[in-house]
């Protein structure tokens, strides 16, 4: 550990989109019980290949209803102007490595936010994998929980694929008192098309 605790993790290279879709590995129509993509996501994040490293520090905390969770304190500059702690949010069968670039990108921005933080949703990478508690509300909840366990308010929520449907799980069980914003990453509010709604999910539904 150096630097308050902060220790140096490499990040690794992941799977394209596209490459994921040739290789059948379709996020919502998977086959894959729960359990083996639960296996997967910590397979795949137990091989990190070097490519540029990253000062985080590693923690966790228990759920209301007791599942141990995962997660990652990237050390950001408490003194900038920008006030908002973001918390990024993965997607289904990944882990917080997914955002390995993001967080080396948010650290080496000039205006950098104050704290990063990812962490495992529930069944993912080194979190728990219990066999209850796999649902958007659920997840949403363990969101809530994590804001609390921190003490984060003003919070800037970032969520990817199944971590967009959690942010607006999340809204309509909590609201957004404790949020400042939201950016949504490859997911759309209604997935398929209709005559007055052209963008929805291109992927999986084609």
Not at 69 to 97: A, C, F, I, M, Q
Request: proline fraction near 4%; charged fraction near 20%; charge should be positive.
């Amino acid at each position: 550990p150096t630097n308050g605790g902060f220790r140096e993790t490499a990040s690794r290279k992941r799977t394209t989109k596209s490459e994921a879709r040739n290789n059948g590995d379709c996020e919502f129509q998977s086959l894959l019980p729960l359990a083996l993509r639960a296996a997967r996501a910590r397979l795949l994040g137990s091989f990190p290949l070097p490519h540029h490293t990253m000062a985080t520090k590693r923690g966790e905390f228990t759920t209301n209803d007791g599942v141990k969770l995962v997660y990652e304190l990237g050390k950001g500059n408490r003194t900038s102007h920008n006030d908002s702690p973001v918390v990024l949010v993965h997607g289904w069968s990944g882990s917080r490595r997914y955002y390995d670039d993001a967080v080396c990108a948010l650290q080496s921005a000039v205006n950098h936010p104050p704290l990063i933080v990812r962490y495992d949703l529930r069944g993912h990478g080194e979190s728990d994998q219990p066999a209850w508690g796999h649902h958007v509300s659920r997840f949403a909840a363990d969101v809530r929980d994590l804001l609390g366990h921190l003490g984060l308010d003003n919070v800037t929520l970032v969520g990817a694929s199944l971590g967009c449907a959690i942010i607006w799980s999340y809204f309509e069980l909590f609201g957004t008192r404790k949020v400042k914003c939201a950016v949504f990453v490859d997911q759309a509010p209604l997935q398929n098309l209709a005559e007055d709604w052209r963008l929805g999910s291109k992927g999986c539904y084609d």
